[in-house]
T-cell receptor, first 117, second 109 residues
Framework: AQKVTQAQTEISVVEKEDVTLDCVYE???????LFWYKQPPSGELVFLIR??????QNEISGRYSWNFQKSTSSFNFTITASQVVDSAVYFC??????????????FGDGTTLTVKP | EPEVTQTPSHQVTQMGQEVILRCVPI?????FYWYRQILGQKVEFLVS????????KSEIFDDQFSVERPDGSNFTLKIRSTKLEDSAMYFC???????FGPGTRLTVT
């Protein structure tokens, strides 16, 4: 069974601080996807990144960066120089390849990030 | 990212009424999913659909729920007799890449 743990329920930082959101996952599959989504108060899930299990390269996109480490089953997300607009709930998710070759996603509980001016 | 669309964006219904939520998936995708998110909680898997049949469903997906792809394009989720606890955001997604739609906010009064 797959499981995603986001141990940080809430994080509060002051603008311009760096912040890292942790994600630890469990899976028996060797082929899977990992995701991060941002959910603003309006409710939609804003896609941030999708990472294939075979691609362990870290990724940087502007102020966002992701650190994927299979050895520790972690996929952490860092926001550099945080801004008030980064305030949202962030979800990490895992999708295994199911027997139909396309598996469902399992989400973590989410981390509520508040960035204060 | 390709777009998945969902209608309506917000649906208000009375308890006991039937609702149908619609999703227009990406045209050449074959795997479809519905997820639910109760306010303040995490996103939960409801059902997956492939080759015109359910491939997997969660324990949440009881006899009140059904899915179909009636015309080869729209993918629908029907709740036969809504309950207060069905109030939630409902998200549609496609394929293993999990392209998510914007969601439908269902409010049952």
């Amino acid at each position: 069974a797959q499981k995603v743990t986001q141990a940080q329920t809430e994080i509060s930082v002051v603008e311009k601080e760096d912040v890292t959101l942790d994600c630890v996952y469990e899976t028996r599959d060797t082929t899977y996807y990992l995701f991060w989504y941002k959910q603003p108060p309006s409710g939609e899930l804003v896609f941030l990144i999708r990472r294939n299990s075979f691609d362990e390269q870290n990724e940087i996109s502007g102020r966002y960066s992701w650190n994927f480490q299979k050895s520790t089953s972690s996929f952490n997300f860092t926001i550099t120089a945080s801004q008030v607009v980064d305030s949202a709930v962030y979800f990490c998710a895992l999708s295994e390849k199911g027997y139909t070759n396309a598996g469902k996603s399992t989400f973590g509980d989410g981390t509520t990030l508040t960035v204060k001016p | 990212e390709p777009e998945v669309t969902q209608t309506p964006s917000h649906q208000v219904t009375q308890m006991g009424q039937e609702v149908i939520l619609r999703c227009v998936p990406i045209s050449n995708h074959l795997y479809f999913y519905w997820y639910r998110q109760i306010l303040g909680q995490k996103v939960e898997f409801l059902v997956s659909f492939y080759n015109n049949e359910i491939s997997e469903k969660s324990e949440i997906f009881d006899d009140q729920f059904s899915v179909e792809r009636p015309d080869g394009s729209n993918f629908t989720l029907k709740i036969r007799s809504t309950k207060l606890e069905d109030s939630a955001m409902y998200f549609c997604a496609t394929n293993e890449e999990q392209y998510f739609g914007p969601g439908t906010r269902l409010t049952v009064t």
